[in-house]
């Protein structure tokens, strides 16, 4: 179990990210058209798993819009934002919003993701929902680098997670 806060209030996950070097457990989320996407989906890619809570709240939609305007700079790269949101939500932000350089993936139905990544909040407030992280993985599908952002309501560090990238 790990430990992270809401407003200084402490919840807990299921456990602790992947570890660098780690191989980067499959998953299947479900795309905005309802088709089915997995980690195998983007073999021989840099990717980024930018997860959080859900798209409808200010830190979690700034996450995605600074990916999405990190990501026009970034070659051979997926950067996939994930959430328990449908993904008629997920669709109607990002059409909303001109998203259009990342992929926005729901685990909405069977929470597999966040069981695999221990992200999944196991009390609070956002029970079953995904805890605010950041995982990197390399072309190989290891871990380069991961951050499970302590405060949720805070925004993670972009900068670390982009130059893990850059040094892979």
Do not use: W
């Not at 795309?31 to 980690?39: F, I, R, Y």
């Not at 950067?79 to 059409?95: H, M, T, Y």
């Not at 995982?135 to 499970?148: K, R």
């Amino acid at each position: 179990m790990a430990t992270v806060t809401l407003k200084g209030n402490e919840i807990h996950t299921l456990g602790n990210l992947p570890e660098n070097g780690a191989q980067a457990p499959n998953f299947t989320l479900t795309k905005n058209d309802l088709s089915s996407a997995s980690l195998s989906d983007y073999k021989g890619q840099k990717v980024v798993l930018n997860i959080f809570p859900s798209i409808d709240t200010g830190t979690c939609a700034q996450s995605v819009r600074q990916f999405n305007q990190e990501a026009a700079e970034l070659e051979n790269t997926a950067i996939l934002c994930i959430s328990k949101d449908l993904p008629f939500a997920q669709a109607r932000f990002c059409g909303a919003e001109g998203i259009d350089k990342v992929e926005t993936l729901s685990d909405f139905k069977d929470g597999n993701f966040g069981k695999a990544y221990n992200v999944e909040f196991t009390d609070g407030p956002l029970q079953g929902l995904l805890s605010r992280s950041v995982v990197v993985l390399n072309e190989n599908g290891e871990v380069i680098h991961s951050e499970q952002v302590a405060e949720t309501v805070d925004e993670p560090n972009y900068k670390a997670a982009l130059e893990a990238l850059m040094d892979a």
